[in-house]
């Protein structure tokens, strides 16, 4: 029997000779930014050869490993040759761009298309010229089929007009952003007449926009407001944002207060004009705003992701009432992805943390759909990447750690275990190579973790120490799988990434610690534990460093004025410096209104500690970045300038919110310039 490739997309990183192929600096000059680049050049080389694909068969009866195995396993462990598959060809989801929603929706039955244009709707016939306009009212104010910049940003609304199952009718989005406070951004700064475009920007505590949905029935040309703020009207109208359709005439929306602390899962029958809440969560600091949600084959049940317990876990809940929800997840560990569903013999399987092992280690777990049976796969101590077979009980397990390469085993339904990869030799690492290393410290009774490299070929130090951050909430601080050497680590340097409060992958405290408090506990977790790796004898803690961009750049900056014991020199990239002058949405979930937390947004602010002379500081934003606006580093460059303190500054006339490739040279050239001096 032919078999039919099914693609599992997992990319499982192995050991390799990265840093004894790296060129290392001999010269008496101090390297700069184009020794970076060459350096980078041959690590990204052999990150690419240390990445092993695995790829299943649709029947699950084999693999196949690539990444210089090339070869294809059976279910009993046996290897023969064989030419590498062809990857799935399926087409990834359209995306729109950032910020922004979709300006099109096929209807399921492939006869319509509806059109966001003007901001007004049209429905398109597919094969014919036919055409029915839905809407006509929209201005630069009232919006059908698209939605207000914040919602795209912070919620993560890529698409704004939903067809019924039965292509019968369509629900879409309408905006009003008439109280919202627009912004005045120049664009074309480089040319003769620059051009002045303004976007609905709520900051916090001002008027947010107002989302209705609207449905449209394509027979009666009717169209309704649906119900969808909660019947007691809240004080502050709610976010309406998860839009999905389900069946042929049912939809399912997301809502949430201001605040972000009560979520609500909202069921809509459309022909009836019926809803119902399905589910209703409260967080006393913050609720996660897209919990995954994964439905049984009968489209009632689904398996819904909750922080109710205090850990992320998943629950077996229903659209109907009932014995619902079941808890699938014990507390005390954090779930993650769902690898496989077994419904005919009601089996769950997926990845959690590997506690009391180190919070981020994932494991392989299975439990049975009424919450009984959990059992653990793969019980060796460190970090599995598991590759689950489309069908039947097989997985391939990458077992691995920071510091040691993965051991790639085929694990079998029968309970037999076959390694297939000890540690590919064409990969293993040279004995010269830095091997990355686990270090933490307690922090008011909380153990804070970070990975640490030292370079090798320089001797035993003191190395200067740069802390590459970003470290905002729903961030992960660091990747748990093996580590290979960073260009940087050739030149000499060595590097620290944290994981402080706040991120991911730990209990939901562990992120609440935050609440707040941005820019105090998470930089507080930064300063500490980059203060203890200084403290040893091969860092120069003369000459450590922060760098980051957007969030990290924040706290860059931040750590130079709060911390500078700690942090001798920074770069930060398109940083908030304060949180007045950033969005309604991400903010307020963290920190709550200005006016009920006045002492955590002054203390998290960059404006409010530039009271002494800093180290050496370069500046880098975009002036055309419609999310993190140039005004915050404007705001900051006129407090420094003030008071005379100098700093380095690079402003991109072209650029958004990103690096370009300048701006990535200028900060390696300052990098290095402040390594060695």
Aim: proline share 8%; aromatic share 10%.
């Amino acid at each position: 029997m032919k078999l039919m490739l099914f693609w599992c997309g997992v990319l499982i990183l192995a050991g390799c000779t990265a840093q004894s192929r790296v060129p290392e600096i001999t010269s008496v000059n101090p390297p700069n930014s184009s020794d970076y680049f060459l350096a980078q050049r041959t690590s990204w080389s052999d990150r690419r050869d240390a990445r092993v694909p695995v790829r299943w068969f649709s029947d699950g009866s084999a693999c196949w490993i690539g990444g210089g195995v090339d070869r294809i396993f059976n279910l009993q462990g046996h290897a023969s040759l064989g030419e590498p598959p062809e990857p799935d060809s399926r087409t990834e989801r359209r995306r729109p761009a950032r910020g922004r929603q979709l300006d099109s929706a096929p209807s399921p039955d492939g006869s319509w298309v509806s059109v966001s244009e003007n901001n007004n709707i049209v429905l398109r016939g597919v094969d014919s010229d036919r055409s029915q306009v839905v809407t006509t009212e929209g201005t630069d104010l009232i919006k059908y089929g698209t939605a207000s910049w914040v919602y795209g940003e912070e919620l993560d609304v890529e698409e704004a007009m939903w067809w019924r199952g039965d292509s019968q009718g369509i629900v879409y989005y309408r905006f009003d952003d008439t109280d919202v406070p627009q912004y005045p951004l120049t664009v074309n700064m480089t040319s003769v007449r620059p051009q002045l475009s303004t976007e609905a920007y709520p900051k916090p505590g001002d008027p947010n926009p107002l989302a209705d949905l609207e449905h449209f029935d394509l027979e009666s040309g009717e169209r309704w407001i649906l119900p969808t703020q909660p019947e007691l009207e809240p004080d502050e109208p709610w976010y309406i944002y998860g839009v999905t359709c389900h069946g042929d005439h049912e939809l399912l929306f997301h809502r949430t207060d201001r605040r972000q602390q009560r979520w609500e899962l909202v069921w809509v029958d459309l022909l009836k004009k019926v809803t119902r809440v399905v589910l209703s969560e409260f967080q006393p600091c913050w609720h996660e705003n897209n919990p995954d949600r994964r439905f049984l084959s009968d489209g009632v049940r689904f398996i819904h992701q909750s922080q109710q317990s205090g850990w992320m876990g998943w629950q077996l809940c229903s659209l109907t009432t009932g014995g619902y929800p079941v808890a699938l997840t014990p507390p005390g560990r954090v779930a993650g992805e769902i690898v496989s569903l077994n419904e005919q013999d009601g089996r769950m399987r997926f990845v959690a943390s590997a506690q009391p092992d180190l919070p981020l280690h994932q494991q392989l777990f299975e439990v049975a759909l009424d919450g009984t049976g959990l059992r653990c796969l793969s019980p060796e101590a460190g970090h599995h990447v598991i590759t689950h077979a489309p069908a039947g009980d097989a997985f391939v397990a990458a077992h691995q750690s920071i510091g040691t390469p993965p051991e790639i085993r085929l694990h079998c339904g029968n309970g037999d275990v076959h390694t297939l990869v000890a540690r590919p030799t064409s990969l293993d690492a040279d004995a010269t190579s830095p091997i990355a290393q686990l270090v933490s410290t307690t922090i008011d009774g909380v153990e804070i973790f970070g990975v640490l490299h030292l370079p090798a070929g320089h001797g035993g130090g003191p190395f200067p120490l740069l802390v590459d951050v970003y470290g905002g909430p729903h961030s992960l601080g660091f990747n748990p799988r093996y580590q290979l050497a960073r260009p940087e680590n050739s030149l000499g340097i060595a590097t620290l990434k944290i994981a402080s409060r706040g991120t991911t992958g730990q209990s939901k405290g562990f992120q609440d610690a935050v609440y707040e408090q941005l820019g105090t506990v998470d930089l507080g977790d930064q300063a500490a534990l980059a203060a203890h790796v200084a403290a040893r004898p091969d860092i120069d803690e003369s000459r450590v460093g922060i760098y980051g961009f957007s969030y990290g750049g924040y706290l860059s900056a931040l750590g130079l004025l709060k911390h500078p014991e700690v942090f001798r020199f920074a770069v930060s990239g398109a940083p908030v410096v304060d949180w007045r002058y950033y969005d309604s949405i991400y903010t307020e979930r963290y920190m709550g209104l200005p006016d009920e937390n006045p002492d955590g947004y002054q203390n998290g602010s960059c404006l409010e500690h530039v009271n002494a002379p800093i180290g050496p500081l370069l500046l880098i934003h975009g002036a055309v970045d419609d999310n993190v606006h140039v005004s915050n580093a404007f705001a900051l460059m006129d407090l420094l300038q003030q008071k005379s303190y100098p700093f380095e500054f690079m402003l991109y006339p072209r650029s958004g919110h990103g690096l370009p490739q300048d701006g990535s040279r200028r900060m390696w050239d300052f990098l290095l310039r402040q390594c060695f001096p």
